[in-house]
């Protein structure tokens, strides 16, 4: 079992960047792939990025590819999330999560954070 931490959330202009973080305890971080996902008020939560445990392999969601870049430091037990050119679309809470295999799927995650809130103004 491991446990996650998000920070970094914020408010920030359209066209603005912002950089969340997830920190992950417990044992093998680098044996889990790890994912980032967002949930916008009266909206489900959704798939945003993810990154496999050696960090060789990404994914993004087509809403957000070329604009954020996933990334991790395993010596740190960290998950980063660079987020440019930002737009009010883009606020919702934002989560990590770990699996131990590449999914798209909410469901497939059993190892969640509390979230971190970005707010988009445009």
């Known amino acids: 079992q491991v446990q996650l931490v998000e920070s970094g959330g914020g408010l920030v202009q359209a066209g603005g960047s912002l950089r969340l973080s997830c920190v992950v305890s417990g044992r093998s971080f680098s044996t889990y792939g790890m994912g980032w996902f967002r949930q916008a008020p009266g909206k489900e939560r959704e798939y945003v990025a993810y990154i496999s445990g050696s960090g060789s392999s990404t994914d993004y969601a087509d809403s957000v590819k070329g604009r954020f870049t996933i990334s991790r430091d395993n010596a740190k037990n960290t998950v980063d999330l660079q987020m440019n050119s930002l737009k009010p679309e883009d606020t919702a809470v934002y989560y990590c999560?770990?699996?131990?295999?590449?999914?798209?799927?909410?469901?497939?995650?059993?190892?969640w954070g509390q979230g971190t809130q970005v707010t988009v103004s445009s």
């Open positions: 999560a770990a699996n131990r295999y590449f999914t798209r799927s909410v469901n497939a995650y059993g190892n």
